[in-house]
């Protein structure tokens, strides 16, 4: 069974940066799409940014030139770097594996439990 594992939120002034890991198990991690995806308050779910196999990488307008996903596939991870917050990037934070990179949360099988941003002005 595929787990992932998110880690690296916390509250941060607007202007500032987080790294966000997600520790993925249970399957071979270099098979898998890992994607971000991000819920804000009183908000549905929306696509921040995904990353196949082999590094190819999809964003977000809102992500766009201020975020960056990178997987390291020797330690099973990936990584959402993430620049120039603004309380606007306030949401919890989600992993998901999927078999190929998409924008849309129905083709991701498998999700972590989240991590919490906060971004204060």
């Known amino acids: 069974q595929v787990q992932l594992v998110e880690s690296g939120g916390g509250l941060v002034q607007a202007g500032g940066s987080l790294r966000l890991s997600c520790l993925f198990s249970?399957?071979?991690?270099?098979?898998?799409?890992i994607g971000w995806f991000r819920q804000p308050p009183g908000k549905e779910r929306e696509f921040v940014a995904t990353?196949?196999?082999?590094?190819?990488?999809v964003y977000a307008d809102s992500a766009q030139g201020r975020f960056t996903i990178s997987r390291d596939n020797a330690k099973s991870t990936a990584y959402l770097q993430m620049n120039n917050l603004n309380p606007e990037d306030t949401a919890e934070y989600y992993c998901?594996?999927?078999?190929?990179?998409?924008?849309?949360?129905?083709?991701?099988?498998?999700w972590g439990q989240g991590t919490q941003v906060t971004v204060s002005s």
């Open positions: 998901a594996s999927s078999a190929s990179v998409s924008t849309s949360a129905n083709m991701y099988l498998s």
């Open positions: 990353i196949s196999p082999y590094g190819g990488t």
């Open positions: 249970g399957r071979t991690f270099h098979n898998y799409a």
